[in-house]
Every structure is written in C-alpha cells, then in structure tokens.
C-alpha cells in the first residue's frame, strides 16, 4: 500500500502536479535571486545564509530579493511565514531574517 501510494505520488508529480509545501509562481521569482552580501557588515553576511536557506524552502530566493518592502511590510511578512506549515522558521531565525531583510531593504532606498 505505501509502495502504491509512493508510485501515485510520483506520477502526479512528475506529470505537473504542485508541490504543496511550495508557494505559487509569481512575478518577482523570475528575477534575480542572489545578494552580494560581501562589502556588508559582517552581521548582516552572517544572516545571509539564513535567509537564504529558510527563505528557499517555499520559494525562490529571488521572490523577498525582488520585493521592495519596507521594514513594515517585512515585519508583517515575517510573521505570516513563521506561521506557515513546514517553514522550519522558529522565532530567532525570523529576528534575524527581519533585519537582514530591513537592511536590505533601507539600501535599496524604502523607506
């Protein structure tokens, strides 16, 4: 039976069918999807790989790269993820996503 289940999985899969613990297509996800962290501060490059890691488990990278939130916005952002399922997201790693994002986000000029 899990055998079965297993072949049934697969099939739907590889004929198209969506990944449920991945976010839907949009727009921002066809963009660029690295930072160039290296001329940083160095609390900021240790947050990198964080969001980076945590960030692509749902999405591509370059979804949060190519939005232009503010530091509102990223907050509010933060806290829908945490609370989404199998985001491996605990409240230390959000703290430190939302301020690499926030930095991010002030050097690309919002407010």
């Known amino acids: ?5 297993g072949v049934v ?4 899969l590889a004929m198209g069918a969506k990944d449920p613990s991945k976010a839907e297509w949009d727009p921002r996800d066809d963009g660029p999807d ?6 940083w501060p160095p609390a900021m490059q ?13 999405h591509p990278v ?12 990223w907050k509010r952002y933060m806290k829908k993820m945490i609370r989404r399922p199998n985001s491996g997201i605990n409240e230390e790693q959000a703290a430190d996503i939302y301020e690499f994002l926030k930095y991010f986000s002030a050097k690309q000029g919002a407010k």
Do not use: G
């Open 34 to 39: 690295k930072i160039d962290v290296s001329s």
């Open 62 to 73: 370059a979804r949060p790269v190519n939005s232009r939130f503010d530091a509102t916005e």
């Open 9 to 12: 999985l697969a099939a739907a």
């Open 46 to 58: 240790k947050r990198y790989p964080i969001f980076s890691a945590k960030c692509s488990k749902c």
């Open 1 to 5: 039976m899990i055998r079965s289940l």
